[in-house]
């Protein structure tokens, strides 16, 4: 009889059935013991440097504030990326950084980066009416759901009720 891979499970389809409700079983066991969070804890090494300065063209902005502070970011080691954007007054640049790297770390980073960019000869105008502005992004922080009312409600009434008077309104 010549050996054929296929011949034996099909001559054996009760030991592929129990095969497959094992596996199917250990798969099972093993979903149920992974670690489970309701709200993990999830980190974006990402900061954000945000410069006004009024009366400026987006141009301007650009060659004036992004590019000095963009040259100055590239230079920080675990930097995985510099993206910028310039609007008319004022500049976003966002530095993506390496998942291994902290983020208080890379904020300091940044903020050196930005003070060295100030302190440059051809760096950011000496004019600017505040400093850049460093910040993190904390997931945290953002709201799990937004809900909207809309109807014919009293809204004294609808404030009242115990379920909605628990809720913290950011308008």
Known sequence: MKLNPSNWPINNRTSIY???IIITMIGLVSYMNLPKEQFPEVKFPQIIVQTINPGTSPENMEN?????????????????????????????VIAEFNTDVKV????QDVKDA?????????????????????????????PIRFVNIYGNFDEARLENMPTVSRIRSKA
């Open 18 to 20: 129990v095969l497959t």
């Open 114 to 142: 930005v003070d060295k960019a100030k302190s440059d000869q051809n760096g950011l105008p000496k004019n600017l009416p505040n400093d850049p502005e460093v910040k993190d992004i904390d997931v945290s922080e953002f």
């Open 64 to 92: 004036l504030v992004s590019k000095p502070i963009e040259k100055q970011l590239k230079n920080i080691s675990g930097i995985k990326k510099v993206t910028s954007n310039s609007f008319q007054d004022f500049s976003v």
């Open 104 to 107: 208080v770390k890379a904020k």
